[in-house]
């Protein structure tokens, strides 16, 4: 008896699947019994001749069999044991059965088929020839008792008035079991062919999950968005780069219009099916989380296996940092362009321009010129120096020096930029200058000249900023990230939204003189220091420029702090 003993670890879906089926067979039984009950009630009334009294304690043997498989099932048996317990308490009811109506003449010797039947089902193949052996076992014991008379039931229902005979009761015995061995070998084939079937089902239905699970870790894995709609823009199937390309939270399924407005899908499906295209390639912008975001959208028809187009596939990139970079290296090859024109103009303007300064100042010194005449040579040096200092920061912008570092104290390039506004603008313009350095700044290595450039590119800004007087402050302190942080704020005009976009861009300015490279370069310096440059500014309210440089924590020094 296949217990599953010989197999410690069993099937465990096996066993609740076999402890599901016998559950059923419970149930049938006492349905079955209870059908029995009903007619037996019936039949008592129409016949009164013989006493139906064992078929009644039969019917109650089988719903007491019942109530206890219905308990034991509650204690997790061994499905396979219960099953077997269950297919001979059967044969034992079904043998009591046909030793009521009969024995040999009894019509109910098929209902051993019923439970080979549900051991095919239940069990295996070879668990229904055993039970077949079974049957055969019990009704060859019930009609050989019967023939020989070694026992006779008190209650049996067996006419006697006419004899067995040998080849009589040996044809019908040999019939029968010969029908259980039959229906035992054909049921258990055909049950076997179905459970191949099903583990063969099961087993595809595994691949097919599968299959199914890595085709969406691919489509969930993609970096580019993916959407599949209808042919109307509704949408069926959105992967996760496409969810954070849009900023989707769960399972929202928007209109394709929407997602990408202002671009309609109705127009590009009308292009490919007039124009006969498989797929159109698009770029775009669209305006999410209130910015823009450059797409690269690839459009295709979904069709089944036909040909027939069942709706539109949507593959699509975020472009917006591939476009900045695209703009870089163009300002990059801008740059390259002004460094060698850069270059002519030194060579051919500062050799005239030093001719004519060194002319104009001999004059100046040799000649005897009325006040009018000195003011007119005055002019002429001034714009001398000043288109000079012009050529001077266009070459430093075109072709930058590589920074020269030196470990410095920041604190005193901080303090030779106070001074130097002071004697130029504070005073004239009412501007109060006030400083907050931390006593523990560390040294750093920058190249001085440089940072004091962009130091005074900043603050000249900020004072410019206010042609009212106002509060210019210049804060410095160390960050958690471990960056010096340099901070000059102004309380002037301000810089609009718009504006700020384009403030470190060369040649733009939004002052009536320059040419608008001062901040371009303080950029570009603090870039080659591997530092950043930020502006926080409201019009109307002020400005507020950071500069973030790293520093190496080594060594700290002592500044002071100033307030004036």
Known sequence: MDTNKNNPKRDLSSDQDLLRKVKWLTIIRIIVASLILGSITVLQFKETRFSFSPFYNLIAIIYSMTLLY????????????????????DIIVETALIFYTGGIRSPFAFTYIFTILCASILLSRKSSLIVATLSSLFYSLTIIFQFTKIWRFPLSYIPTGS???????????????????????????????????????????????????????????????LIVTDLYGNTKLMNWTARKIFNLPGFSQEHWDILFHPLKIEKFFHKMKHNKLNYLRIESHIKKRKKKIYLGITISFLKNTQGIEEGLITNFQDLTELKKMEEQVKQAEMLATIGQMAAVMAHELRNPMASIKGSVQFLDDELQLDQEHKRLMQIILKESNRLNNIITDFLQYAKPKPPSKVECNIADLIQETIALIQNSLADKQHIQIITDISPSLPLIDID????????????????????????????????????????????????????????????YTTKDKGMGLGLSIAYRIIKDHKGKIEVMSTSGEGSN??????????ILQEAVTTQK
């Open 545 to 554: 420029f950071r500069v973030l440089l790293p520093y190496n924590s080594k």
């Open 70 to 89: 219905s308990l034991i099932i509650y204690f997790d048996p061994n499905p396979v044991f219960f099953a077997y317990i269950q297919l001979t308490g």
């Open 163 to 225: 004899q067995l005979t040998f080849p009589y009761v040996s044809h019908t015995l040999f019939a029968n079991i010969f029908a259980f061995f039959l229906t035992a070998f054909l049921s258990g084939y055909l049950a076997e062919l179905q459970r191949q079937a099903g583990r063969e089902l099961k087993t595809k239905d595994g691949n097919i999950a599968q299959l199914q699970a890595f085709n969406e870790n691919i489509l969930q894995s993609l970096s580019s968005g």
């Open 448 to 507: 001085p000249e440089q940072i004091k450039q962009v130091f005074w590119n900043l603050a000249i800004n900020s004072c410019q900023a206010m042609p009212s007087g106002g509060i210019f402050r210049i804060l410095a302190h160390k960050t958690k990230d471990k960056d010096l942080l340099i901070e000059f704020t102004d309380t002037g005009v301000g810089i609009s939204k718009e504006k700020i976009n384009r403030l470190f861009h060369p040649f």
